[in-house]
């Protein structure tokens, strides 16, 4: 269930789930792709991090005490630091691996994908934009 939740938060972001086995891998997204049987619309799964990463940009820049929106865009990309740890943990949290007739398979996001979309592009960007925003609070 854990494992469910993490793919559909990175889904969310844009990072597919990988299934690897034997050399062979398959990836699929559980908000965007055809297979998505969703009770609400998939852009309600794609705002919730975009919502809360500028909430928590304007929280940082207005801790921060930033007044002008450079200061403030730039205390808010600082989210990147702890952003991109989560993002390296939940790539290790959220994978499976499951053994059956001799073969392994696993399911989760891949690393890379998670460091870049999860855990730097979305922080930086949105973090900035909540600061820029905060700042002028």
């Known amino acids: 269930l854990i494992e469910g939740s993490g793919w559909v938060f990175y889904n969310a972001q844009f990072v597919d789930v990988e299934f690897s086995a034997g050399g062979q891998s398959e990836s699929a997204n559980y908000v965007t792709g055809g297979a998505a049987n969703l009770d609400v619309p998939a852009i309600v799964y794609h705002l919730i991090p975009v919502v809360l990463l500028v909430l928590a940009g304007i929280v940082v ?5 930033a007044v002008e929106i450079g200061e403030g ?6 989210l990147v630091a702890g952003v991109a740890v989560l993002a390296l943990v939940g790539s290790f949290v959220f ?23 999860v855990g ?5 960007v949105l973090g ?6 905060g700042s002028q609070l």
Not at 61 to 65: D, E, I, P, V
Not at 73 to 78: D, L, P, R, S
Not at 98 to 117: K, N
Request: glycine share 16%; no cysteine; hydrophobic share 45%.
């Open 61 to 65: 820049a207005r801790q921060a005490g």
């Open 73 to 78: 865009a730039m205390a808010g990309a600082t």
């Open 95 to 117: 994978t499976i691996s499951q053994s059956a007739f001799g073969s392994t398979v696993e399911t989760g996001p891949p690393l890379v994908q998670s460091l870049l979309f």
């Open 120 to 124: 730097v592009g979305y922080p930086v």
């Open 128 to 133: 900035a934009v909540g600061g820029a925003i």
